[in-house]
Every structure is written in C-alpha cells, then in structure tokens.
C-alpha cells in the first residue's frame, strides 16, 4: 500500500538528487589548486551515482502510478554548495557536500521508515539501496575534511 507521505518523499528526493548533480557538477568544474584536485575527481564519480538515484526514485513513482516532476517542481535549497567566490575554497565545498549526504542520508531514513509502517517493502528496498551509497560518499568526504590543511 503506498501512502501520500511516501509519493512526497518519492518526489523531494527526486528533486534533491538533481539539486545535488547540479551542484557536484559545478564545483567539480569551478574548484582551483593543488588540494581541488582529488575532491573534483571524487564529486565526478558521484555525479554519476546521483543521477542513478534519481532515474531508480522516478521508476519508483512510476510503479506507483504517479509521475516524478519536472523542472517546474524545482525549488533550491543547497545554499551552502553554491560556488565558492574564491575558487580554492575547497574546505567550504567539502563542508556543503557533507551537508548535502546528512540531509539525502535523512530523507532516505524518512522513506525507509514511512514504507515500513506502510508495508511496502519495495519502495523501502530502493530507500535503503540509496541510503548505501549516501553513507559512503558521506564517509569519502569525512576523509577529505580530515587530511584537509588548516589554514
Ligand atoms: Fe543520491
Ligand atoms: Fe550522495
């Protein structure tokens, strides 16, 4: 049985995972330096998984007779993964990501419970698929903050 509460989690995670792709794209082309180097690699290779999620979330929505939205659905909430103004701002951009994975990483639990109480263990199944890799690419950038030089 699907309910409202997991269509409208469906939905926002849709458009998050497109929020995400376009600002890991951004970045991954802005950022300047010597320490940019591997975090534009690393944001590359999530652009990838990201879009992933996004095209397995509207099959989802899909399956469950409802259609994922399009652009006119949009509405920005990543202020922190803008662009830095000083391209070698890598430390800001590795702090917006972490920020970006925390909440993707609460949505996805959110879904996960919400098809629970639902008995819907296929959407719960894509939820917790996603919610996998959300961890991980919250662990690589964990990593970078780390070995990130203090200045
Ligand atoms: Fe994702
Ligand atoms: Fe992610």
């Known amino acids: 049985m699907t309910t409202d509460e997991i269509t409208d989690l469906l939905t926002k995670a849709y458009i998050d995972e497109f929020e995400t792709v376009m600002n890991y794209q951004t970045n991954a082309i802005v950022l300047d330096g010597i320490h940019a180097e591997e ?5 590359e290779a999530d652009i990838q998984e990201e879009l992933d999620h996004a095209r397995i979330l509207g099959e989802r929505l899909k399956q469950l007779d409802e259609s994922p939205p399009g652009s006119e659905s949009f ?8 662009p830095p103004e000083d391209t070698t701002d890598v430390q800001s951009v590795i702090e917006g990501v972490l920020e970006a994975e925390e909440a993707a990483i609460e949505t996805y639990r959110s879904l996960i419970e919400a098809a629970d109480d639902a008995n819907d263990p296929v959407t719960e199944d ?13 662990t ?6 780390k070995e990130f030089p203090m200045d």
């Not at 509405?75 to 803008?82: F, K, M, R, T």
């Not at 690589?140 to 903050?145: A, L, P, T």
């Open 126 to 138: 894509v939820a917790v698929t996603i919610l996998a890799d959300e961890e991980a690419h919250r």
């Open 39 to 43: 975090v534009k690699e690393s944001l």
């Open 140 to 145: 690589e950038f964990r990593g970078f903050q």
């Open 75 to 82: 509405e920005a909430n990543q202020h922190s993964l803008q």
